[in-house]
């Protein structure tokens, strides 16, 4: 299972390939992690936002934890899995985490909870419960899909609670990191891929980055170059990834990633199951320019 000293460096949230019929796609999946397993990414995340966790079943949940166990296996690798398990209702999460140590995940990403906008004293509650299960806890700010935002006093008090080992911060900007800095904390993600290296220069420990499904190494190289305090090489290579990233994110994630990746041949469809849609065919003229660069 992981440890708070873990959490450094870049995991990468999966997508959930499926065909054009929406039906899960494994032979892509095992494929698509067969290339991202050639970088050294520190981890995988299964059914986060970039893996479509709301139109995810729990037995496709299993389904992929199990075809990504497969294909490290038979690489002769192990990198920690980390599967999005929270949900708009305690109850309902403490089952879907406990289900999650039953099929040997190394820990759960736990989102605020969405929806119901519960009170900050609700909010805690909720991660306390989380995290008394046993599997370690990444906690989840991501405001701009949850429709509430965590004060900096409840994101420390849910950092103080023994089994959340960190934090995975898509608050929207630096202002959450910079005040929680000036404290001892545990580790906290970069969620935002624009502010990936600011977050560093801030003192984040690594990003959870959709992005880096694209130019991985990139991305690595940006983190490495951070840790060992060299911000001016980490800016000027992040400042060459900036516009891959506002592409990726000119529409909802994750279409426009599963379009590229359908277009490199790594998934055969880029399809997403519906409330969500297809990129448009002006974002494909542009990602398609991306390609070509």
Known sequence: MLREEDLKGIYVPVVTPFLSDEALDLDSYRNYLGQLLRHDVQGL????????????SWNEVVELVQAAKSVMNARGQRIPLIIGAGTSHT???????????????????????????PSQEGILEHFRRAAQVGVPVIAYEIPSRT???????TVRRIMEIPGVIGLKDSSGGVELLSSLSSHDRKPVLCGEDLYFHDMLRLGASGGMLASANIRT???????????RGDFIKAEQLFDSLIPIIQLLFQES??????????????????TVRLPMGPVTKGLQVQLAQLLRH
Do not use: C, H, M
């Open 45 to 56: 995340v299964i059914n986060g936002t970039t893996g479509e966790s709301p139109t995810v």
């Open 91 to 117: 109850r309902t999460t403490v089952e879907r985490i406990e289900l999650a140590g039953q099929i040997g995940v190394d820990a759960v990403l736990v989102v605020t909870p969405y929806y119901s906008r």
């Open 147 to 153: 429709g509430i935002r965590l004060s900096v006093d």
């Open 217 to 227: 190494d990139a991305f690595i190289d940006v983190f490495r170059y951070a840790d």
């Open 253 to 270: 994630n994750p279409s426009p990633l599963k379009w590229l990746l359908a277009q490199q041949g790594i998934i055969e469809s880029d």
